[in-house]
């Protein structure tokens, strides 16, 4: 059963435009959300994350927003660039359980020049 | 700034053998996390270590064991291979028992024949 429920599974955009990727969860006991990025053979790489006392966070281009009470959060990748073309998961994890992460299934982003 | 390492990056074993998966820590990271990601498969948590103990526990086969050392290197030893254990292994850590970002190694990709 999938814990983290990732949607869409790809995304394609034009450069320029706004991807967004969205992800829902059960567990009310999650209390960090991470978004990482990852290349073909290469390992996650950590983009942006947000805990629930907070609704929006935006670093750079990329930006979380957060619904607690529809436990849902997203990514929006603004002035999206080919070189964004990657997979994207999102993930969520316990503060109590040392930090195990539990990933959503991942999307597929590709952005043409 | 100092990453993740892992070694070796690719092993092809044969059905049946024993593999050794080494992880580096990021220094000052108390807290390893091993995760297994199949094809096109979302990275799935197998174990985790805090100060040398095991923290947490995943869907880790039984033919897998793991261990963490004084120097908080860890290694993932996996036995009596199979032929779906072919996958990417990577190792993440983190600091400050795991409530702060996990961030991943290259991964080792294992090939079993």
């Known amino acids: 059963q999938q814990q983290v429920k990732q949607s869409p599974q790809s995304l394609i955009v034009q450069k320029g435009g706004i991807p967004i990727i969205n992800c829902a969860y059960e567990n009310t006991a999650f209390d960090y959300f991470p978004w990482y990025q990852q290349f073909p053979g290469k390992g996650p790489a950590l983009l942006i994350a947000?805990?629930?006392?907070?609704s929006e966070k935006k670093e750079g281009r990329f930006t979380i927003s957060f619904n607690k009470s529809a436990k849902q959060f997203s990514l929006h990748i603004m002035d999206s660039q080919p070189g964004d073309s990657a997979t994207y998961f999102c993930?969520?994890?316990?503060?109590?359980?040392?930090?195990?992460?539990?990933f959503g299934q991942g999307t597929i982003l590709t952005v043409h020049p | 700034a100092a990453g993740v390492i892992q070694s070796p990056r690719h092993l092809i074993k044969e059905k049946r053998e024993t593999a050794t998966l080494k992880c580096y820590p990021i220094?000052?990271?108390?807290?390893v996390y091993w995760y297994q990601q199949g094809p096109g498969q979302d990275p799935q948590f197998l174990i985790s270590?805090?100060?040398?103990?095991?923290?947490d526990k995943g869907s880790i086969p039984d033919r897998f064991s793991a261990q963490q050392f004084s120097d908080y290197h860890s290694e993932l030893n996996m036995s009596s291979l199979e032929l779906g254990d072919s996958a990417l292994y990577f190792c993440?850590?983190?600091?400050?028992?795991?409530?702060?970002?996990?961030?991943f190694g290259p991964g080792t990709r294992l090939t079993v024949l």
């Open positions: 220094p000052r990271h108390d807290t």
């Open positions: 270590f805090y100060e040398k103990m095991q923290s």
């Open positions: 993930a969520a994890s316990e503060g109590t359980s040392y930090g195990k992460l539990t």
């Open positions: 993440a850590s983190s600091s400050d028992r795991g409530q702060n970002e996990q961030f």
């Open positions: 947000i805990r629930p006392d907070v």
